[in-house]
């Protein structure tokens, strides 16, 4: 009779509870970091089942073994990759990221770096002092990993996480940033554009991308021969979206830079065929609707700079 009544003298209750209480810390913990079973589950058995210690612990970690991972990587070629642009306001950002592989350019965690690298870019910006005229602003690899983001991380720390996460070497390339006054207004595109319409404070992500600071004289502008009316902002973005197309390699001057002898070889803004409406030049678009293009920049993911071609050019003569 006494073995029958043991049971009641060891409560199972409060064991069960612990038990429900630890599946449920370790499931949030899952998928609040993403991280493994096995690694959300020694997180948690380190530091009693506290979360947010878990959580911290978890990161160190990763960050630690993003860093050995990105060391080994370090020098695997990366000619993949994405753009990543952003206008927000007064200021515009282009960024350049890139991978070994386009199933990695495909990864989430691959493209919401690019994204955080494009915010990044333009909170730098902002926090820089603007003149009367366009303020541009270059940024290669190691100006880029200095940027520091609001949790105090650098984007180099972010980078090394995200190489440890996907697993092949990634470098961020180079950036471009305008702000602009005033008087001036910028627009941005990528290719492939998004299938649909997302907030104007989440960076576009491409293969290609193009940045415009314009002036308009007026707040609506006109298109084609159907009088379809745009904003200054949609046109610039068009023209944006030509220059992706198009290549051009200078904006042009009426009655200084002459047109090209064989349309297909025009490299002057202009004087080019306008791409959305090749009845029309784009200078012809842009004298129309009293548009003005001050300063533009064209990215294409893995394309080498001028300077790498020449010493290129340089080494093999």
């Known amino acids: 009779m006494l073995f029958k009544h043991l049971p009641r003298l060891f409560p199972t209750t409060g064991i069960r509870l612990y038990a429900t209480a630890e599946k449920s810390a370790l499931a949030t913990l899952r998928k609040k970091t993403g991280y493994t079973f096995a690694n959300c589950k020694k997180a948690l058995e380190l530091n009693n089942n506290d979360l947010a210690k878990a959580e911290l612990w978890l990161k160190e970690q990763a960050q630690a073994m993003g860093w050995s991972k990105a060391t080994k990587l370090e020098g695997r070629n990366t000619a993949q990759g994405l753009i990543g642009v952003l206008v927000r306001r007064n200021v515009g950002a282009m960024v350049e990221v890139n991978c070994e592989t386009d199933f990695v350019a495909r990864n989430a965690s691959f493209q919401r770096f690019v994204q955080v690298a ?19 602003v270059g940024l290669n690899s190691e100006a880029l990993k200095q940027i520091v983001l609001q949790d105090g991380k650098s984007l180099g720390d972010h980078l090394a996480l995200m190489i440890g996460t996907v697993g092949e070497n990634a470098s961020l390339n180079r950036a471009i940033c305008y702000k602009a006054p005033d008087s001036l207004q910028l627009a941005g595109y990528v290719h492939p554009a998004p299938s649909e319409e997302i ?58 830079d ?60």
């Open 199 to 256: 907030p104007h404070d989440v960076p576009m992500i491409g293969k290609y991308g193009s940045l415009v600071a314009f002036k308009s004289a007026h707040s609506t502008v006109q298109e084609g021969d159907d009088g379809t009316e745009l904003s200054p902002a949609q046109l610039a973005r068009k023209v944006c979206q030509h220059i992706v197309g198009m290549k051009p390699e200078l904006i042009g001057e009426p009655g200084k």
């Open 118 to 136: 494009s915010a990044a870019c333009v909170h730098h910006l902002e926090n820089v002092e603007a003149d009367a005229n366009l303020t541009k």
């Open 258 to 317: 002459e047109p090209a002898a064989d349309k297909d070889d025009e490299t002057c803004l202009i004087h080019q065929e306008y791409l959305v409406d090749p009845n029309y030049t784009v200078g012809e678009v842009l004298e129309a609707n009293r548009l003005q293009i001050l300063d533009f920049q064209r990215f294409e993911c893995g394309e080498k700079s001028k300077s790498e071609e020449q010493n290129v050019r340089a080494a093999t003569n």
